[in-house]
């Protein structure tokens, strides 16, 4: 298991930027795939973007792209989340999630991630 611990959250105005950070302990960092999900009240938790162990391979949802970028600094095994043009329905808690250890290839399946942070809040006003 991988321990996440994510920071960065908050509450912005329509079309600011926040980034998140999401640090990972516990295995080799680039052996294992990261994701951001987010869920907004009363709804179900939401595949945002993904990155492969090697950071070379991104998935994106359709409704972030070209707004969100993920990225993963392996000399601190910490994946980020930096979100432009934020709008109000970009409100959520936001979870950073890692695959099980050897599983290095992105997914947008909630179900694919074994390790889940704590979540951060990011509230966007309109």
């Known amino acids: 298991q991988v321990q996440l611990v994510e920071s960065g959250g908050g509450l912005v105005q329509a079309g600011g930027s926040l980034r998140l950070s999401c640090a990972a302990s516990g295995r080799t960092f680039s052996s294992y795939a990261m994701a951001w999900f987010r869920q907004a009240p009363g709804k179900e938790r939401e595949f945002v973007a993904a990155k492969s162990g090697s950071g070379g391979s991104t998935y994106y949802a359709d409704s972030v792209k070209g707004r969100f970028t993920i990225s993963r600094d392996t000399a601190k095994n910490t994946v980020y989340l930096q979100m432009n043009s934020l709008k109000p329905e970009d409100t959520a808690v936001y979870y950073c999630?890692?695959?099980?250890?050897?599983?290095?290839?992105?997914?947008?399946?909630?179900?694919?991630?074994?390790?889940w942070g704590q979540g951060t809040q990011v509230t966007v006003s309109s």
């Open positions: 999630a890692a695959r099980p250890y050897g599983r290095s290839s992105p997914s947008s399946r909630a179900t694919d991630f074994g390790s």
